[in-house]
């Protein structure tokens, strides 16, 4: 069935670091709807399986579709990382990753040294190094995995000596590397961003890796014909979860305002 160009833009992470890719999606498209699912009963994606990982977003994201989703942002490194073949082959609307737009900024902004830091299963993939050994042959690649980020992020933790303590931890080999950029190859990272880029300091470019996303995303959905005409979304955004979490509403409710629309679904009960 063709996608509706009045249906939502679907997104999906293990929790609430795909949020950040949903608000700068918002941002740059002002009169679209966005359908968003948090899969907290299994996160941190980061530390599962490729098996698992790809079983939890071809559910996902066929529940996305079910529900009207006119395209599917795998709005997650571990996902991108590992699902993204999957979820293309088995879907029936246009499906984006958080990889591909950010490997391209990286050669576009021809970097000597480069630094990834991301979850376990983003790290342990190699995607990063492999699309950037073509993309940016030229640029020395080192990637970090820094897994603790994920759930102090998801606990709110977003300031103060617990969250400095784990950026610290991590920063001390990526400033002995001297890498010239970093990108934060988790969609929660960029919530604390602020406090890796003080830490990391100046010298360290910081890639905003939503903002890239969401330009790549509206540039694609534009060249489809799958943009609304309208200049707001004739419906309110909406928030699923697969088991509610306090955390998430209340990072929800930061990122979007006081009236959002969180509901519970169970696809594996």
Same mark, same amino acid.
């Not at 679907?10 to 609430?16: E, I, M, P, Q």
């Not at 990526?174 to 300091?201: F, N, S, W």
């Not at 309208?230 to 979860?241: D, E, G, Y």
């Given at each position: ?49 490729? *098996? =698992?990982?790809?079983?939890?977003? &071809?559910?996902? +994201? ?6 009207? %989703? @006119?395209? !599917? ?101 990526? *400033? =002995?590397?001297?890498?010239?950029? &970093?990108?934060? +190859? ?6 604390? %961003? @602020?406090? !890796? ?73």
């Amino acid at each position: 069935m063709p996608a509706s160009v009045d249906g939502p833009i679907g997104l999906f992470d293990s929790g609430v670091g795909g949020l950040t890719v949903a608000r700068a999606l918002a941002d740059r498209l002002p009169g679209e709807r966005l359908l968003y699912f948090g899969d907290t009963a299994h996160l941190p994606y980061g530390d599962k399986s490729p *098996e =698992a990982i790809r079983g939890y977003s &071809l559910a996902i +994201a066929q529940h996305l579709v079910d529900l009207g %989703a @006119k395209a !599917i942002v795998v709005a997650c490194n571990s996902a991108s990382s590992v699902a993204y073949d999957a979820l293309v082959a088995a879907m029936d609307v246009p499906v984006f990753n958080v990889i591909d737009p950010v490997v391209a900024e990286v050669a576009r902004l021809g970097v000597d040294s480069v630094g990834i830091w991301g979850t376990k299963a983003t790290v342990k993939s190699g995607v990063f190094p492999a699309k950037l050994a073509v993309s940016a042959p030229h640029a020395r690649v080192q990637a970090w995995a820094t897994p603790l980020l994920v759930p102090v992020i998801e606990e709110n933790i977003l300031d103060g000596p617990i969250l400095e303590a784990v950026v610290d931890g991590y920063a001390g080999p990526t *400033e =002995a590397a001297h890498v010239d950029a &970093l990108v934060l +190859a988790c969609t929660h990272y960029p919530i604390v %961003a @602020k406090q !890796i880029g003080a830490r990391m300091g100046p010298d360290v470019a910081l890639l905003s890796t939503p903002q890239i996303v969401a330009e790549h995303v509206a540039r694609q959905l534009g060249e489809l014909k799958l943009l609304r005409s309208t200049a707001a979304p004739s419906m309110p955004h909406q928030f699923v979860v697969s088991d509610y979490t306090p955390a998430f509403e209340a990072i929800a409710q930061q990122f979007f305002g006081e009236a959002i629309s969180l509901r519970e679904d169970h696809l594996w009960a």
